[in-house]
């Protein structure tokens, strides 16, 4: 091993993936372990935070365990811990966490606090270097945030959500249609054969970076609703086709706004929903439009994972960013 490089161990478990992940100078994967709970909480229709905490318990040390038997490696390999300490579903985060500073307290290893959306931008660095200025286009289950950075590590957080994130709206959709969790995929699929018949409105079509997902949710169950009373045939395919139009240009026009206000010449599109195709589609014709670089990580880093989590440690550690064992878990911490 070169002394310079710098091995990190990632931990993520805010949400429904307990995950331990060994990335070399945060570029370069060493081992990954992802345990996920999709098929525990698919009968609920979405994730029950009790039941994924318990999930976590079970399954921490476990996961820790075969990475480093992946990796071939012993905790004496390892430079530093990163642990993802929130936003997130807190009992979960608190697992990760604790887990994370035992390691750090027992095998004397700095300890790196790292935000979850910190995690998802640097997914980028395993897959090219990041080049700023850039904005970050961050898409997932629990979030949908638009994020300007100017150097490694220094996050403006440009506009949010200000009720749901289109995962959760995706999520939430599939289930009017019929569909099990996590429906985004499977509405994304009905979306490529649909028509764009159903009238939906275009939420937060203002000058804000911000955007809003709840009026949209609540149009469709209205709409699949009254269609039912009139005992009518709901067409799911052109429903499906006709809110992915929607969401994805109400993401895709403020996103565009950025990029002219800013001068941005380099996006990244991050989280679980840019494996949507829709997005992809129209990010790649507003890429063209613009003239600028686009940057979409493969699936396996857009869905949570501790491998980002590793990547974005090793770029914390370097800007100092070293907690010491009071760190604790926050279910809305912001990115800064
Ligand atoms: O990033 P992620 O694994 O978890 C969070 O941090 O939230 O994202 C999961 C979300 C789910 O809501 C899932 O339905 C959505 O990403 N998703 C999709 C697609 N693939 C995953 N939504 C729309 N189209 C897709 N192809
Ligand atoms: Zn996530």
Redesign the pocket.
């Known amino acids: 091993m070169n002394n310079k490089d710098m091995y990190i161990l990632g931990i993520e478990s805010?949400?429904d993936?307990t995950s331990a992940s060994i990335v070399k100078n945060g570029t370069e994967e060493i081992a990954t372990v992802i345990s996920s709970q999709i098929d525990i909480h698919k009968d609920y229709g979405g994730v029950v935070p009790e039941i994924a905490s318990r999930h976590h318990v079970k399954n921490i040390t476990i996961v820790l365990e075969e990475c480093l038997t992946k990796a071939n490696m012993t905790m004496d390999d390892i430079d530093a811990i990163a642990i993802t300490y929130g936003p997130?579903l807190i009992g979960s985060l608190l697992i990760g966490l604790e887990a994370a500073k035992t390691l750090a307290w027992l095998y004397q290893k700095p300890l790196i606090p790292v935000h979850?959306i910190a995690g998802?931008i640097y997914a980028n660095s395993l897959v090219r270097p990041l080049q700023f200025p850039l904005l970050a286009l961050v898409?997932?289950?629990?979030?949908t945030e638009l994020v300007e950075m100017t150097k490694h590590y220094k996050f403006k957080k440009l506009g949010g959500t200000l009720d749901d994130?289109?995962?959760?709206c995706?999520?939430k959709v599939?289930r009017v249609i019929g569909l099990e969790?996590?429906?985004?995929?499977k509405?994304?699929?009905l979306a490529q054969v649909g028509k764009d018949s159903y009238k939906l409105p275009i939420p937060l079509h203002d000058d804000s970076y911000n955007f809003s997902f709840s009026g949209l949710k609540s149009a469709v169950i209205n709409l699949a609703h009254n269609i039912e009373q009139r005992g009518e045939e709901l067409n799911k395919e052109d429903l499906a086709t006709s809110f992915?139009n929607v969401a994805v240009e109400s993401v895709v026009s403020k996103t565009k706004k950025a990029i002219e206000d800013k001068n941005i010449k380099y996006l990244i599109v991050a989280?679980?929903?840019?494996?949507?195709?829709?997005?992809r589609t129209a990010i790649e014709k507003l890429a063209q439009d613009e003239n600028i670089e686009v940057s979409i990580p493969p699936?396996k880093y857009?869905?949570?994972n501790a491998t980002m989590i590793a990547a974005a440690g090793y770029y914390a550690y370097l800007d100092g960013r070293i907690a010491d064992l009071t760190l604790n878990s926050t279910s809305s911490a912001n990115l800064e």
Do not use: F, R, W
Not at 139 to 143: D, I, L
Not at 165 to 168: P, T
Not at 181 to 185: S, T
């Open positions: 805010s949400c993936e997130g979850h998802h898409v997932s289950g629990g979030h994130a289109i995962g959760e995706y999520d599939a969790y996590p429906g985004g995929p509405v994304d699929k992915q989280g679980g929903v840019a494996a949507n195709k829709g997005l699936m857009c869905t949570d």
